[in-house]
T-cell receptor
Framework: EAGVAQSPRYKIIEKRQSVAFWCNPISGHATLYWYQQILGQGPKLLIQ????????DSQLPKDRFSAERLKGVDSTLKIQPAKLEDSAVYLCASSSSTGQGSTDTQYFGPGTRLTVL | GNSVTQMEGPVTLSEEAFLTINCTYTATGYPSLFWYVQYPGEGLQLLLKATKADDKGSNKGFEATYRKETTSFHLEKGSVQVSDSAVYFCALSDGAGGTSYGKLTFGQGTILTVHP
């Protein structure tokens, strides 16, 4: 079974530029998560999709971050414009969870390391 | 809101030493508890989990017991190997009966280095 795929693996941009990350979850997984992991910290949830609907985006800085999951499969996360403090690893995860109160395992991709100069 | 606190790191041990990484949590209701591991150059992997009080999760020689009375989920291994060198994250979700869709709240991570 293929794991969660993410691209690119690394990205370096100047501040105020825009950037997009792509995630392909495990086939059949209904729930997709985007986490931000700043160096030395644990991952923090940015946004969570159930199929193609958003169920939690309370931690997403909506003035600059956006995400979509068209057709309930692949997802893209965009930052526009980027700030220095956006330097982090962006992790995508998926699970077979289909409802509230899930304890299903989340499977993580390798992440995209973003450096904003 | 939910929170997870891990022991201050990093941790450096010799091979075959006993390992404990402390984890305590704050949450309402009955959260599910997890340990994830991140090996160098790899993504996060689930190491073990426990979904109710007094449950013991175990995998690859690692164990952790869900202690509701002390709100803890400490990770232990009796004899560590060089290959166990990694970053270990304690995490929780709302669990069955919760309102989230499995959202994980992570601790800050503990770097483990094992020397031969």
């Amino acid at each position: 079974e293929a794991g969660v795929a993410q691209s690119p693996r690394y990205k370096i941009i100047e501040k105020r530029q825009s950037v997009a990350f792509w995630c392909n979850p495990i086939s059949g997984h209904a729930t997709l998560y985007w986490y931000q992991q700043i160096l030395g910290q644990g991952p923090k949830l940015l946004i969570q999709f159930q199929n193609n609907g958003v169920v939690d985006d309370s931690q997403l800085p909506k003035d600059r971050f956006s995400a979509e999951r068209l057709k309930g499969v692949d997802s893209t996360l965009k930052i526009q414009p980027a700030k220095l403090e956006d330097s982090a690893v962006y992790l995508c995860a998926s699970s077979s969870s289909t409802g509230q109160g899930s304890t299903d395992t989340q499977y993580f991709g390798p992440g995209t390391r973003l450096t904003v100069l | 809101g939910n929170s997870v606190t891990q022991m201050e790191g990093p941790v450096t041990l010799s091979e075959e030493a006993f390992l404990t990484i402390n984890c305590t949590y704050t949450a309402t209701g009955y959260p599910s508890l997890f340990w994830y591991v991140q090996y160098p150059g790899e993504g996060l992997q689930l190491l073990l989990k426990a979904t109710k009080a007094d449950d013991k999760g175990s995998n690859k020689g690692f164990e952790a017991t869900y202690r509701k009375e002390t709100t803890s989920f400490h990770l232990e291994k009796g004899s560590v190997q060089v290959s166990d060198s990694a970053v270990y994250f304690c995490a929780l979700s709302d669990g069955a009966g919760g309102t989230s869709y499995g959202k994980l709240t992570f601790g800050q991570g503990t770097i483990l280095t094992v020397h031969p």
